[in-house]
């Protein structure tokens, strides 16, 4: 039967669905993205009602009362960015320079700047600024394809200011067309005032954050950043099963610059997504692939750093385990809002190849925060969340670093961004 739709959009050169079980290819080379060639889609409610290719939807009948020209671009789901902080205030470009001079990011941490110097930032920051720069980043992100965001929290280190944090990050999702994902990040590092004093701060998290967190409903995700210097796996793992208590799955920075156990707790623990893992043990990642824990890879961590060591993607995706790129965007260790410059570097650095990058941004990310089932890729009933690309071919994605490459983005069946029109 024919459908009517409200949009339909034509002339796609390549849709890149990510849906291989759907949407199969007689090429081995691009089954695992699930590419249609001259192909055709249509939005119905917000929602993709039908997609093929040209010559099934010019005999089909179906109709649509608005029709977009793609005119030879390729279309990819809009990229879910799995992993951010991008509710910030103040910058750090001063640890920049000192990185660059030779200092160590845990150095500069210890020597009080570091997570802590945003803190003070935050702390002193008015709500508004908090959601007026977090929601101009997230427009930047947008421009860049991103249609999904997670933001943590973890820059207020004090009940009030975590809960200033996650207001913010509420109305930024309200303010942008972005779906933002709240993560409470209360366990991001010791405030200065509890330095003398860890467990203290452990016992304020048990007690009070983690409660006031999880019955303010703000927040969907618990975090931790476990690692040497930080939080260990111990604390970590009670932190963790604590905000279970409250209703807030698990998540983990783990094993970033030493391993820390991270990754066998999030096994343990049942999180959703383990995060950096550049030192994660063998026994810690199959503990992840028996809970089907995402692992998020932040190669812009690696260039913000200026650490020549990459997370060994290979190994995980050679283990089986889902994998999701994230920018990690922060104002410390990775100043990039991009994932197509983060595309880039997980194909360079990580030896990804471009479909498994492009699958990493998009339905990997979905993954990571429990949203697969209405975004990371184009078929019948997704979230239309679609971004018009000029490339020649998908693997074009990665390849130009930086490029200029989004000319559309379309939320929820709704042209958001179009290049021209600025
Ligand atoms: O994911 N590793 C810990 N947290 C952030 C850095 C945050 C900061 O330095 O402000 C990260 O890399
Ligand atoms: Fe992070």
């Known amino acids: 039967m024919p459908l009517n739709a409200d949009l339909a959009i034509k002339n796609i050169s390549q849709l890149v669905t990510c849906e291989p079980d759907l949407f199969d290819s007689s090429d081995d080379e691009v089954r ?15 929602a993709i009602s039908w997609v093929g290719g040209r010559k099934q939807f010019e005999t089909s009948g179906h109709g649509a009362s608005e029709v977009i020209d793609a005119g030879g671009l390729a279309v990819l ?7 951010t902080h991008t509710v910030f205030a103040g910058s750090r470009e001063r640890e920049y320079e000192m990185r660059v001079k030779g200092a160590g990011y845990m150095e500069i941490a210890a020597a009080g700047g570091g997570i802590n110097a945003t803190v003070g930032a935050v702390r002193n920051a008015s709500i508004d600024e908090l959601v007026q720069s977090g929601s101009s980043r997230v427009g930047s ?7 999904t ?14 809960l200033k944090m996650l207001k913010a990050i509420k109305r930024v999702g309200e303010e942008t067309c972005v779906d933002v994902v709240p993560t409470f990040l209360g366990a991001h590092e010791i405030p200065p005032e509890f330095r003398e004093n860890r467990d203290g701060y452990i016992d304020l998290l048990i007690d009070e954050m983690i409660p006031a967190a999880g019955e303010s409903g703000l927040a969907e995700f618990c975090d931790v950043f476990c690692e040497q210097g930080v939080f260990t796996a111990d604390e970590s793992r009670r932190i963790l099963l604590r905000g279970k208590e409250y209703g807030m799955r698990p998540k983990l920075h783990a094993d970033e610059f030493v391993e820390s156990g991270g990754a ?3 096994g343990e623990v049942g999180a959703i997504s383990a995060g950096h893992l550049g030192h994660a043990s063998r026994e810690g990642l199959e503990a992840m692939k028996a809970s089907g824990t995402v692992a998020v890879l932040m190669p812009g961590v690696g260039v913000g750093l200026g650490r020549p060591e990459f997370t060994d993607a290979r190994t995980m995706i050679d ?15 990775s100043m990039v809002h991009s994932l197509l410059i983060v595309s880039s570097l997980a194909c360079s650095f990580m030896k990804m190849t471009p479909a498994e990058v492009i699958l990493a941004m998009t339905v990997g990310g979905a993954k990571a925060v429990g949203r697969q089932d209405r975004v990371g890729s184009i078929a019948p009933e997704k979230q239309a969340d ?19 490459i989004v ?3 379309i939320k929820n069946g709704i042209v958001v961004f179009d290049r021209t029109q600025d």
């Open 32 to 46: 695992p993205v699930g590419l249609i060639d001259d192909a055709c889609l249509l939005i119905s409610g917000g």
């Open 264 to 266: 066998g707790v999030a």
């Open 149 to 162: 965001v997670e933001i943590k929290s973890g820059y207020g280190l004090s009940v009030e200011a975590e």
């Open 141 to 147: 992100m947008l421009r860049q394809g991103t249609t």
């Open 77 to 83: 789901p809009g990229f879910v960015d799995a992993h």
């Open 407 to 409: 000319r559309t983005v």
């Open 386 to 404: 679609l971004v018009l690309v000029e490339v020649p071919d998908f693997r074009y994605v990665p390849y130009h670093l930086g490029g200029d």
């Open 319 to 333: 283990m089986g385990l889902d994998v999701a790129v994230a920018t990690d965007f922060n104002p410390g260790s």
